[in-house]
């Protein structure tokens, strides 16, 4: 009969501590899955700026290629200019040579006619005419008038096309005014295509930093929680073996101590550690400034430099010191695995082991420390967890009027 009464009470002891396991797996498992859920979406966010970078890139060499066919266009057009201009000089040179020659031209025509047609050629042997020399004569006379004209045509036609030149000389000056100026605005474009890329990365590279700075404070603390959740359930399991000895001894009731974390306060009944706003929500929040998402475990509250940060609740001070991104943080145990974290402390009143009343001073509220994505001002980081599990901590503190 004894050695029955042993089993039944080692089977009884062995059932809480199974539960106990089961519930710290169950804490881990949920854990490790936000924490992936967290980092798919961080790897989603690099992968819309790689998407933006190598967009960007495309743009500069599709403009590269529109700078190079408006270089060759300007190219061709100063050759067609240089064409046009010579050609202008050479036929105006032509011209003024025309012009010179036609006034000795029509003087010279003028006198023969005048001599030939005017004036006897034997007054005293009138009527001997030498015939083949009056053909002749007037051959030559037809000629130098014929070409006489063609001179005055030549001169015109020389005129008009200086004329249809220096238009075209005109329509290509203007082509080429267009081209320039399409190129500076071409060029404009690549460089500042070329900066925009460059500040993309460069934004890139450090929201890829301070991403992986936020997820490695945030696993930090994340164990930290864990470590402190740990001891808890440890200390409510000795707690709990102790009271089944007890009551095994007594006879009386045995005393059920919970190894399940739980924030025991009715929802919206705690005072807020400084009398500010939220600036940066608890979980999932999107930052025009930086384009991305950002994932927070708690919120950020705005505060006046070395404003007062006061406890939400009664608990112990279980951590006090500088913690990664968060700056300086107090973590305080509040029983029954709540714990609240307090963080941007411009320094530390608190101390660990001390036991702090509701509203008692924990330090001072600081600068936010978080570079990229910060807020630049004052503020203090609040978190509330529901044993390593963070909650939102809205959910709990007084609502605002």
């Keep these: 009969m004894a050695k029955v009464l042993v089993l039944?009470?080692?089977?009884?002891c062995w059932v809480p501590a199974l539960s106990a396991q089961a519930d710290s797996e169950a804490a881990r498992k949920q854990e490790?899955?936000?924490?992936?859920?967290q980092a798919a979406q961080k790897q989603q966010e690099l992968k819309k700026y790689r998407d933006q970078e190598k967009a960007i890139s495309?743009?500069?060499?599709?403009?590269?290629?529109?700078?190079?066919?408006?270089?060759?266009?300007?190219n061709k057009l100063a050759s067609d200019i240089s064409y046009v201009e010579k050609t202008i000089l050479s036929t105006e040179d032509k011209r003024e040579a025309i012009e010179r020659s036609m006034p000795l031209w029509?003087?010279?025509l003028s006198q023969e006619i005048a001599q030939h047609y005017l004036t006897p050629v034997c007054e005293v042997c009138v009527g001997e005419v030498d015939l083949a020399k009056e053909v002749l004569t007037e051959r030559a006379l037809t000629h130098k008038a014929e070409f006489a004209v063609s001179l005055q045509e030549e001169n015109k036609a020389a005129k008009q096309k200086i004329y249809d030149f220096e238009k075209r000389n005109q329509k290509l000056m203007a082509q080429s005014s267009q081209i320039e100026q399409r190129e500076k605005v071409i060029t404009t474009n690549f460089l500042k295509k070329q900066q925009d890329l460059k500040l993309t990365k460069k934004k890139a590279d450090a929201i890829r930093q301070e991403i992986?700075?936020?997820?490695k404070s945030a696993k930090a603390l994340d164990d930290l929680l864990a470590k402190f959740e740990r001891q808890r359930k440890a200390e409510a399991a000795k707690k709990q073996a102790k009271a089944k000895e007890q009551a095994a001894k007594t006879g009386k009731k045995e005393e059920v101590v919970s190894s399940i974390a739980k924030i025991d306060l009715p929802k919206n009944s705690l005072p807020w550690p400084v009398d500010g706003k939220v600036i940066s929500k608890f979980g999932k929040e999107y930052r025009k400034d930086l384009?991305?998402?950002?994932?927070?475990?708690?919120?950020k509250i705005s505060a006046q430099a070395g404003e007062a940060v006061k406890t939400v609740a009664q608990g112990d001070v279980i951590y006090a010191g500088p913690f990664r991104s968060y700056g300086n943080v107090v973590i305080v145990d509040h029983g029954k695995g709540f714990?609240?974290?307090?963080?941007?402390?411009?320094?530390?009143?608190a101390v660990v082991g001390e036991k702090l009343p509701q509203g008692g001073v924990l330090g001072a509220a600081g600068l936010d420390t978080q570079q990229k994505s910060g807020t630049g001002r004052y503020a203090v980081y609040f978190e509330t967890r529901q044993g390593a599990t963070a909650v939102d901590p809205i959910d709990w503190l007084q609502k605002k009027i």
């Design 8 to 12: 039944i009470f080692s089977f009884l």
């Design 106 to 108: 029509n003087n010279i």
């Design 339 to 349: 714990f609240s974290i307090y963080g941007f402390l411009s320094d530390i009143k």
């Design 291 to 299: 384009n991305t998402w950002i994932f927070r475990d708690g919120i």
């Design 212 to 215: 992986n700075e936020l997820n």
């Design 58 to 74: 495309k743009e500069i060499s599709t403009l590269k290629n529109r700078q190079a066919e408006a270089k060759r266009q300007m």
């Design 32 to 37: 490790l899955d936000k924490l992936k859920k």
